[in-house]
């Protein structure tokens, strides 16, 4: 059964405190090589910005993601989306290549996506993706540890992600078939120009909403609070811990 994060997505938020992340997105575009007449499958497709970047190289896509919020804005764009969670693929031998930016950690079983992904390729097609990487937000999180736990709630219990290590993707992956062309831990500290609070809002509900409704500020201030002299800049930015895992795998044809 799909885990399902209690995230809700809104496209206009996302756009206006995470347009970052398509924007870091261009150099899993150059992985992939899209080309004239692919068939591509734009897993966790977003609101469809780095769709649409894949499209323009004359590839076929279809998007699927589990938000009706990004999906609504990818339709908008003009693109074949379609509302559909990341462990539920139903596609059998359809596509060159599967894409995904930003978005198998927070997709839970990986062993269902991995499976979905196995079968929607056509044999030696290509798996192209960048995702969360062990210690990605490792401060966050810790933040996360010790304002919930003054409230008495483990807040890994609660976490909607899932930041694996190069080693253990590369288990997964060749245990759900693939070979694995290239895989990389990649450092990537990420400026956050709307600023933490507004970060928490639009990634961390499934921690925030474990608090009654009326302690949630108090508890990001605290969080705000905690991180300042580790993740705030002389200048005032916030600069966010963030790591990723890119890789490219190949289904044996």
Same mark, same amino acid.
């Given at each position: 059964? =799909?885990?399902? +994060? #209690?995230? /809700?997505?809104? =496209? ?6 995470? /347009? ?11 992985? *992939? ?6 068939? &591509? *499958? ?7 910005? *780095?769709?649409?970047? &894949? $499209?323009?190289?004359?590839?076929? &896509? ?13 339709? %908008? #764009?003009?693109?074949?989306? /379609? ?14 290549? !599967? ?28 798996? !192209?993706?960048?995702?969360?990487? /062990?210690?990605?937000?490792? $401060? ?8 919930? %736990?003054?409230?008495? &709630? ?10 694996? +290590? %190069?080693?253990?993707?590369? +288990?997964?992956?060749? %245990? ?6 290239? @895989?990389? @831990? ?30 949630? =500020?108090?508890? #990001?201030?605290? @969080? ?30």
């Amino acid at each position: 059964m =799909a885990e399902l +994060s #209690k995230q /809700h997505w809104s =496209a206009e938020r996302y756009a206006e405190t995470a /347009h970052f992340v398509p924007a870091f997105g261009a150099p899993v575009v150059d992985l *992939l090589d899209p080309q004239p007449g692919e068939r &591509i *499958l734009d897993l966790g497709c977003g609101d469809g910005v *780095l769709t649409e970047t &894949i $499209a323009a190289a004359g590839a076929q &896509i279809v998007a699927v993601d589990a938000a009706p919020d990004m999906v609504a804005a990818a339709k %908008a #764009k003009g693109l074949d989306a /379609h509302v559909v969670p990341g462990q539920n693929l139903a596609f059998e031998r359809e596509f060159d290549a !599967v894409f995904s930016n930003a978005a198998l950690h927070w997709m839970r079983p990986q062993e269902a996506v991995l499976a979905g992904v196995a079968r929607a390729l056509k044999p030696g097609g290509r798996f !192209v993706a960048e995702m969360g990487g /062990h210690n990605n937000t490792a $401060a966050i999180q810790v933040a996360f540890r010790a304002v919930l %736990a003054r409230r008495g &709630i483990e807040a890994l219990d609660l976490s909607p992600w899932y930041f694996p +290590s %190069a080693a253990a993707y590369q +288990s997964r992956l060749e %245990a759900a078939g693939f070979r694995v062309e290239e @895989i990389a @831990i990649i450092p990537r500290p990420t400026q956050l120009a709307a600023g933490l609070a507004a970060w928490l809002d639009t990634f961390c509900e499934d921690f925030l909403g474990a608090l009654p409704p009326a302690d949630r =500020a108090a508890a #990001k201030q605290e @969080i705000c609070d905690l991180l300042q002299p580790i993740l705030m800049d002389e200048t005032g930015l916030w600069i966010a811990d963030y790591v990723r895992l890119r890789f490219k795998a190949v289904l044996p044809g």
